[in-house]
């Protein structure tokens, strides 16, 4: 559990146009570790995670020298990455991949051979690393990225994307949530709003002025452009700590805050998220929240609200209401 505006004219198979006109430049993709890849200094940076990056689905074909690449763990996620980081580079173009063994790095020669690429492999500390010089033929990359890109989930009736959280299903925690979510009122933000699941049940409420969707996930936030049309709501590509929203502002705030990073269980991403919660919120704001029961938020709800009261507690899940 974790918590647009259409693409460009003329798309094709679910992304962009290329746009970008470069020539001789090194791009690295997503945060390779230092101690696995070099990254030469000035690189742009692409990354859907990394708010202000560059789009890798904007570059066009051909303009990328080098790229150099933290793999995606997800399989349709990561084929995506590398079939735009390949249609990025000319014929002789270095891609460099690297990867966790366990999170998609043994698979790495396998699916760039099925590109037809030819790589020669390395480890280094739990990492595999693949690197090829694009040949003149490839093979399957339309399909890699169609398969990859945004599309209208008929089950959801959601736009979504391979990569987002909970990108083909509604979060369970998300639902609980929605079920014993009141009508809002005033001003509020939802934060780590995802594709805007959270977002459509808050809207309902005729008494709710503005909602600020808040995401560091590009993808998601694309998403939910489309998926929220409704002129009362803000969509922002923000980290959640710096978000610009004015402190003491909001009359609510509503959230199922990610505790994972980079694979990774990280409690005090959470926490993180119920502190800038109590920063935004004014005097008599309240916060909804929803967590997997295990996550140790009780406290620090406890330190920064004057209440924190739960409302539900079901399925491995618990909701709070907390005031400040």
Excluded at 58 to 86: F, I, N
Excluded at 107 to 118: H, I, N, Y
Excluded at 128 to 142: W, Y
Excluded at 157 to 184: E, N, Y
Aim: one cysteine or more.
């Amino acid at each position: 559990m974790e918590g647009t505006h259409g693409l460009s004219p003329g798309t094709t198979c679910g992304y962009r146009r290329a746009v970008t006109d470069q020539t001789d430049t090194h791009a690295v993709y997503g945060a390779p570790p230092a101690d696995v890849v070099e990254t030469p200094a000035g690189a742009t940076r692409y990354s859907p995670l990394v708010p202000g990056s560059q789009n890798l689905e904007d570059v066009a074909p051909g303009s990328l020298a080098r790229v150099t690449m933290l793999a995606p763990p997800g399989t349709v996620e990561r084929r995506y990455a590398v079939a735009l980081a390949l249609r990025a580079l000319p014929v002789g173009g270095r891609l460099t991949l690297a990867a966790p063994k366990d999170k998609g790095g043994s698979r790495l020669r396998k699916e760039l051979e099925a590109f037809g690429c030819t790589p020669t492999e390395d480890s280094r500390r739990h990492h595999r690393i693949c690197i090829v010089k694009r040949p003149e033929t490839v093979t399957g990359l339309d399909q890699a990225i169609a398969e990859g890109a945004p599309r209208l989930d008929d089950g959801l009736g959601l736009w979504t994307q391979p990569g987002v959280f909970s990108w083909d299903r509604i979060d369970p925690g998300s639902a609980l949530l929605v079920k014993h979510l009141p009508p809002m009122a005033g001003e509020g933000a939802d934060l780590g709003a995802g594709v805007g699941f959270l977002a459509h049940a808050i809207l309902r409420s005729p008494k709710v002025e503005k909602l600020t969707l808040v995401d560091i996930d590009r993808r998601a936030v694309e998403a939910a452009k489309r998926n929220v049309a409704d002129p009362r709501a803000e969509i922002l590509w923000s980290d959640v700590r710096s978000t610009g929203i004015t402190p003491a502002s909001l009359d609510f705030v509503v959230m199922n805050p990610p505790f994972h990073a980079d694979g990774t269980e990280d409690r005090h991403l959470g926490q993180t998220f119920i502190r800038q919660a109590a920063s935004l919120l004014r005097r008599g704001g309240v916060l909804w929240l929803v967590a997997n029961r295990h996550l140790p938020y009780e406290k620090v709800l406890a330190e920064l609200f004057r209440t924190a009261t739960p409302r539900q507690d079901t399925g491995g899940y618990k909701v709070f209401e907390a005031i400040k």
